[in-house]
Structures are given as C-alpha cells and as structure tokens.
Nanobody, 126 residues
Framework: QVQLLESGGGLVQAGGSLRLSCAAS????????MGWFRQTPGKEREFVAA????????YYADSVKGRFTISRGNTKNTVSLQMNSLKPEDTALYYC???????????????????WGQGTQVTVSS
C-alpha cells in the first residue's frame, strides 16, 4: 500500500499564489512518477501536471503552462506544485497521484496512477 498526504491548499485571491505538497510513504515502486490532478463538482478529474522519477521530464496541461511548476524533492518521495497567477477557474479539489510508471506522456491520463491522496481544496476568489 502507498499513502499520499497532500497539504498546502487554501483560499487565495485571483492573481495570488499557493504551493501544494505531497509526500508518499509505504510500499512505493522503486522508481515512480507523480502527478497532480484536479476535480470540480460534476466534472471528471483532469490532469494538471506530472513529473518523472528523475525529475527530468515534466508535463503540464495547457491551461496551467507558464503559471504552475511541478518539482520533486531531493528524497524523491515528495512532489510540490507551485501555482502562480491563480484564476477563479483553478478552483478545485487537487489530488496527488503515484504512478506505476516512471515517465512518459501517458502520465497525463488518470489510468497511469495506482494510488491517490485524499485531496486538498484550492479556492480562488475573483
């Protein structure tokens, strides 16, 4: 089993910034990518960003490119999402995911992930 613990959500005004963090523990794969997805009521979970095991490959949804940055901690078991220039449409429940793969564009699909965190709420007011 893998446990993922997210933190860093909250309420921020449009144009502001937030930093989300996720720590993985338990029986993780020897090398695994991690990603962030988000979901709003009535909609499917959508891809936000992902990072390969090495940290050398990063993937972003078009809607967040240039505003969000995903990074991996030195110990590899943590991932952060720096969110700048936030917009009201970024409001969602953000989930961290652990992938059974270590890299690749398939990380943009939810099926590439085998474990999810509980989610952290991000609310951007206009």
């Amino acid at each position: 089993q893998v446990q993922l613990l997210e933190s860093g959500g909250g309420l921020v005004q449009a144009g502001g910034s937030l930093r989300l963090s996720c720590a993985a523990s338990g029986r993780t794969f020897s090398s695994y990518a991690m990603g962030w997805f988000r979901q709003t009521p009535g909609k499917e979970r959508e891809f936000v960003a992902a990072i390969s095991w090495s940290g050398g490959s990063r993937y972003y949804a078009d809607s967040v490119k240039g505003r969000f940055t995903i990074s991996r901690g030195n110990t590899k078991n943590t991932v952060s999402l720096q969110m700048n220039s936030l917009k009201p449409e970024d409001t969602a429940l953000y989930y961290c995911g652990h992938s059974q793969y270590d890299s690749g564009t398939l990380l943009q699909g939810g099926a590439a992930y085998d474990y999810w965190g509980q989610g952290t709420q991000v609310t951007v007011s206009s």
